[in-house]
């Protein structure tokens, strides 16, 4: 049984930081491409960063770069986004997700994901 379960959601004040983890088993961790998506209040889901299994390389939504930090434990089978800087617009429900298939997608279409977890709140106040 596939399971994503993420944590650290909670309330900041704008400038603050959290550190969100998504525990995941059932799957081949270290090789499956890991991704953050959220979903602000009244709006669609939208990718946020991913992480490549071969190489390491990881991307960013142009709103987030150089303020969050995607990262993984495969030791711990563990996803990370390290978020600096938040702001009122970076409040969202954020979800990790997984594809284990091969083939091409688009990096940040949901559709692309095989497995997601029930989400954890991010609330930041101005």
């Known amino acids: 049984q596939v399971q994503l379960v993420e ?13 969100l983890s998504c525990a995941v088993s059932g799957i081949d961790f270290s090789r499956a491409f890991m991704v953050w998506f959220r979903r602000p ?22 709103s987030v770069k150089g303020l969050f930090t995607i990262s993984r434990d495969t030791g711990k089978n563990t996803l990370f986004l390290q978020m600096n800087g938040l ?25 692309g994901y095989d497995y997601w977890g029930k989400g954890t709140q991010v609330t930041v106040s101005s």
Do not use: H
Request: charged share 25%.
């Open 41 to 62: 209040p009244g709006k669609g889901r939208e990718g946020v960063a991913i992480s490549y299994p071969d190489d390491g390389r990881t991307d960013y939504a142009d």
């Open 7 to 19: 944590s650290g959601g909670g309330s900041v004040q704008a400038g603050g930081s959290l550190k």
């Open 87 to 111: 702001k009122p617009e970076d409040t969202a429900m954020y979800y990790c997700a997984a594809r284990t298939r091969a083939g091409s997608w688009e990096t940040f279409n949901e559709t």
